[in-house]
């Protein structure tokens, strides 16, 4: 059987060793996506006020312990919340509270340590803003769309939401305020993960309506709308990557490599958009992944100072 997702390597529950169940039940490749987005948020918010990253290490540091504790506990409490459905489907039936590795009863009190500390953190150590922020981001995740995976098809928005709050919250952290040039990166993120999670939804479409969840390519059988949503979102996503030079918070370095890499994805969403295949689904799913660090490292390497 074809792994079109990379994910941690699925070992028997009496081969699984403690560090490869734990790194699973906070979704560790996850987490990393969130403390990098952070701190590519934080980094991007710096300017001649606040002072260089050297002056800010300590505040850094602690923006992303209560981050990715944040992070992490909102992972447990996602795989507590749905443990029934994850031993339902192929590809998580092998995870932790399914496989029976942890107790639901463990996982919830590691679940909610973590987010707890994470917003105290974030709270007592960097600000109240990215407390709240991290707040906003563990209820919406929690409550609202994970419950909405299971009665609307409209929870892959929903769910990017939460998804694209990290690199704000790095901002926040490094400018102590939320204003428009943070809200670009929100929403590169946001549209970034439309097209991700289309190509994993097409992926797994049997696996998630054997589990009961209602995705997209569940409900859009032929994938007409499915397609549609990953080429409109990728076209949105190349119009919010400039905008970033527009406001002067990138250079030209920046315009042209945030012009080529979304031209390359969106290559691969007509394609998958064109025909629905595992193939190009598979191909989207990787064109993305490679994307997000290059878009990310070209932040990095040509801030302007604002």
């Known amino acids: 059987m074809e792994k079109a997702i990379p994910q941690l390597e699925k070992t028997k529950k009496s081969q699984?060793?403690?560090?490869?169940?734990?790194?699973?039940?906070?979704?560790?490749?996850?987490?990393a996506l969130v403390l990098i987005t952070?701190?590519?948020?934080?980094?991007?918010?710096?300017?001649?006020?606040?002072?260089?990253?050297?002056?800010?290490?300590?505040?850094?540091?602690?923006?992303?312990?209560?981050?990715?504790?944040?992070?992490?506990?909102?992972?447990?409490?996602?795989?507590?919340?749905?443990?029934?459905?994850?031993?339902k489907m192929n590809r998580t039936a092998e995870r932790p509270l399914p496989s029976g590795s942890v107790g639901p009863e463990a996982a919830l009190l590691m679940g909610g340590a973590f987010s707890v500390i994470g917003l105290l953190i974030l709270s007592a150590w960097v600000n109240l803003l990215v407390a709240v922020l991290g707040a906003i981001t563990l209820v919406t995740y929690i409550f609202v769309y994970t419950p909405l995976k299971r009665k609307s098809e409209w929870n892959t928005i929903i769910g990017a939401i939460p998804g694209a709050l990290p690199p704000l919250m790095g901002w926040a952290a490094a400018r102590g305020e939320v204003d428009p040039f943070g809200w670009t990166l929100f929403g590169i993120l946001f549209f970034?993960?439309?097209?991700?999670?289309?190509?994993?939804?097409?992926?797994?479409?049997?696996?998630?309506?054997?589990?009961?969840?209602?995705m997209l390519p569940n409900v859009d059988r032929e994938g007409v709308r499915t397609g549609r949503q990953a080429v409109s979102h990728t076209v949105f996503l190349i119009i919010a990557s400039l905008v970033p030079f527009t406001m002067q918070l990138f250079?030209?370095?920046?315009?042209?490599?945030?012009?080529?890499?979304?031209?390359?994805?969106?290559?691969?969403?007509?394609?998958?958009?064109?025909?629905?295949?595992?193939?190009?689904?598979?191909?989207?799913?990787?064109?993305?992944?490679?994307?997000?660090?290059?878009?990310?490292?070209?932040?990095?390497?040509?801030?302007?100072?604002?």
């Open 38 to 87: 952070t701190m590519v948020g934080f980094y991007a918010g710096l300017n001649s006020e606040t002072g260089g990253l050297a002056k800010n290490l300590i505040k850094l540091g602690l923006a992303l312990l209560g981050t990715g504790l944040l992070a992490s506990g909102a992972a447990v409490l996602n795989q507590y919340l749905e443990r029934e459905y994850d031993s």
């Open 192 to 214: 970034w993960q439309v097209p991700h999670f289309m190509a994993i939804a097409w992926l797994y479409r049997e696996d998630y309506a054997k589990a009961g969840f209602v």
């Open 16 to 31: 699984a060793t403690n560090w490869e169940i734990f790194s699973e039940l906070i979704k560790l490749r996850l987490t």
């Open 251 to 306: 250079g030209t370095a920046y315009l042209f490599g945030a012009l080529l890499l979304g031209i390359f994805f969106l290559v691969a969403a007509v394609s998958f958009s064109a025909n629905l295949s595992r193939r190009s689904a598979r191909r989207l799913f990787f064109v993305s992944i490679i994307y997000l660090p290059l878009l990310l490292g070209l932040m990095v390497m040509d801030k302007l100072a604002i």
